[in-house]
């Protein structure tokens, strides 16, 4: 970075705040590098949604090195067009995660959730009387409408 202010020159609180941002700066500055010397091709070989992630990150990360920029000026950030702009990128990552997570979403197999539907209804009875003869569906015979009912009757005396 620059040269060595001696210590003299500011105040010892912060010497180690200084230090985090001077290593802080040297990191940010190690994956810009990184990134600058990756060829373009590989880039432009993501997918589209891979290619608006790394746009806006990278658009996120130039906007608020911007904004430790103004206030190392002494310059109120959030009186600036910066904020405005770190919003409608925030506002652009929020999107972009919707639609993977939208993409990462269970899908509906219409065709295997109406098989688990029929199976679960499934008449064990009905099966067996559609092989013997006509369903249940159809509704009772002549008979059995005639006939006595042969249904128990309830216990419970009522009560006046």
Do not use: C
């Not at 911007?66 to 925030?90: A, D, S």
């Amino acid at each position: 970075m620059a040269e060595e202010i001696p210590v003299e020159e500011y105040p010892t609180e912060i010497e180690q705040q200084l230090k985090g941002f001077e290593s802080s700066v040297s990191s940010i500055n190690t994956m810009l590098q990184t990134m600058m010397a990756m060829p373009r091709n590989d880039v432009q070989n993501l997918d589209p949604l891979e290619q608006a992630k790394l746009d806006l990150m990278s658009a996120y990360t130039l906007n608020s090195l911007f904004w430790m920029y103004l206030v190392t000026q002494g310059m109120n950030p959030r009186e600036h067009g910066i904020k405005q702009e770190l919003e409608r990128i925030r506002t652009y990552m929020n999107r972009v995660k919707e639609i993977t997570d939208r993409k990462k979403a269970a899908r509906l197999d219409k065709r295997a959730a109406s098989r688990f539907v029929r199976n679960a209804l499934y008449d064990a009875e009905e099966g067996a009387s559609k092989r013997e003869g006509p369903s249940k569906r159809e509704g009772p015979s002549k008979k059995a409408a005639n006939a006595p009912s042969h249904t128990p009757q309830s216990k419970r005396s009522k009560k006046s």
